[in-house]
């Protein structure tokens, strides 16, 4: 697939949001002036609905499909995918969760785009590979517990960082320890249960129309309704390849534009870097196949490290692309508002660190293989 033909997906299958993603991509990572009309612009353009089956709501297709989506708006605007992302990531919780009665609660205003939700479990997939322990904690609740309309929990803690908190409504995916023992579970907490507190917008450098915020709950009641999954680890497990590799699609879409860039500088600019384009294309492209075909097979549920190493070199691809658009739009990307240069470097500067953050993988790896050398030894 060439590079303009795919940035002629989004245009062709949507061209009222490939306009308006045009129109504020800079605003977007600048200021929270349309924070709000991010989520109701993807599910207009049916969007939300990518790779849902038509029997719930959505259009049907394939986990791939809806990579595929979270690539072609980060063509456009990286921070309007940073939300479709935590949106359709939250939507993808619902279908693998095993409550029927909260999926059938929440799903189709999520789906409408009515209700934002918000993955929440960045320090939860840390502490599946043993980055961080749990940050909030559920306590069992005063009275009977688990009687019929009674809460059963009361959840404490805190999350420094979550995208997709829409003040018009979200819900947002927390793992929490449980005190009186047995796996973590996962719950999803409404922006108006008791107790729950959004912070200000956080302070950030781009990608600032994203809604990105801290959460914090005190004693925040919850029930069985509420619970997406009672066994935390194991259901990771099976919902990280999804969880990642629809994160990998905003690195897609963002080396691609990066790479269709450098096409806007002069003839002698494009020749010089002609081979290098070429070749990052090339990777891209056999990248994104093994992405699809893994998440789709199921591979990365039982060999993260593949996926993992996918994430890396994608993030690799996406500096070497950003780094060449640059070299061949010379003076031209330093003038403000005459190009999105300057918007895809910052764009580019957060891949690496967005969670599971390049060391956090690297160092994950380093510890795997470091394993199965004294496995080896010992055997």
């Given at each position: 697939m060439s590079t303009h033909a795919s940035l002629r997906g989004l245009a062709a299958r949507a061209p009222a949001l490939a306009a308006w993603l045009d129109t504020h991509a800079e605003t977007l990572d600048t200021d929270a002036t349309h924070c709000g009309e991010v989520v109701p612009q993807l599910a207009t353009a049916g969007l939300l609905r990518?790779?849902?089956?038509?029997e719930l709501g959505g259009a049907g297709g394939t986990i791939g499909d809806?990579?595929?989506?979270?690539?072609?708006?980060?063509?456009?605007?990286?921070?309007?995918?940073?939300?479709?992302?935590?949106?359709?990531?939250?939507?993808?919780?619902?279908?693998?969760?095993?409550?029927?009665?909260?999926?059938d609660r929440l799903l189709p205003a999520l789906l409408s785009g009515e209700l934002a939700g918000a993955t929440g479990l960045s320090n939860a997939m840390k502490y599946l590979s043993a980055i961080e322990p749990l940050q909030i904690r559920a306590a069992d609740a005063p009275g009977e517990h688990g009687a019929s309309g009674?809460?059963?929990?009361?959840?404490?803690?805190?999350?420094?960082?979550?995208?997709?908190?829409?003040?018009?409504?979200?819900?947002?995916?927390?793992?929490?320890?449980?005190?009186?023992?047995?796996?973590?579970?996962?719950?999803?907490?409404?922006?108006?249960?008791?107790?729950?507190t959004r912070s200000d917008d956080l302070d950030l450098i781009g990608l600032r129309?994203?809604?990105?915020?801290?959460?914090?709950?005190?004693?925040?009641?919850?029930?069985?309704?509420?619970?997406?999954?009672?066994?935390a680890p194991a259901w990771l497990v099976r919902v990280r390849p999804a969880f990642l590799g629809l994160q990998c699609g905003m690195s897609l879409g963002l080396a691609r534009r990066s790479l269709a860039g450098t096409d806007e500088g002069g003839p002698g600019a494009r020749a010089a870097v002609a081979d290098e384009v070429a070749a990052l294309s090339e990777q891209l492209d056999t990248?994104?196949?093994?992405?699809?075909?893994?998440?789709?097979?199921?591979?990365?549920?039982?060999?993260?490290?593949?996926?993992?190493?996918?994430?890396?070199?994608?993030?690799?691809v996406v500096h070497g692309a950003a780094t060449l658009e640059?070299?061949?739009?010379?003076?031209?990307?330093?003038?403000?508002?005459?190009?999105?240069?300057?918007?895809?470097?910052?764009?580019?500067?957060?891949?690496?660190?967005v969670t599971p953050s390049l060391v956090q993988l690297k160092n994950q790896l380093a510890a795997q293989r470091a394993q199965q050398l004294k496995t080896g030894t010992a055997s």
């Open positions: 990518i790779g849902v089956p038509t809806a990579i595929d989506s979270v690539a072609d708006v980060a063509e456009h605007s990286f921070a309007a995918a940073f939300v479709l992302w935590g949106q359709r990531t939250f939507i993808e919780y619902l279908l693998q969760s095993p409550n029927q009665g909260l999926r009674k809460p059963a929990w009361q959840v404490s803690g805190g999350l420094p960082w979550i995208t997709n908190l829409r003040k018009q409504g979200f819900v947002a995916a927390a793992a929490a320890d449980h005190e009186a023992g047995g796996p973590p579970s996962i719950f999803a907490i409404a922006h108006d249960a008791p107790g729950v129309g994203t809604n990105t915020a801290a959460l914090q709950m005190t004693d925040t009641p919850l029930t069985d309704d509420d619970r997406i999954t009672d066994n990248l994104r196949a093994r992405l699809k075909a893994g998440v789709a097979q199921g591979d990365f549920i039982e060999t993260p490290a593949r996926l993992f190493e996918l994430r890396i070199a994608l993030a690799d640059v070299q061949t739009g010379g003076g031209r990307g330093y003038l403000r508002g005459l190009s999105g240069v300057a918007r895809r470097q910052r764009e580019a500067a957060f891949v690496p660190i």
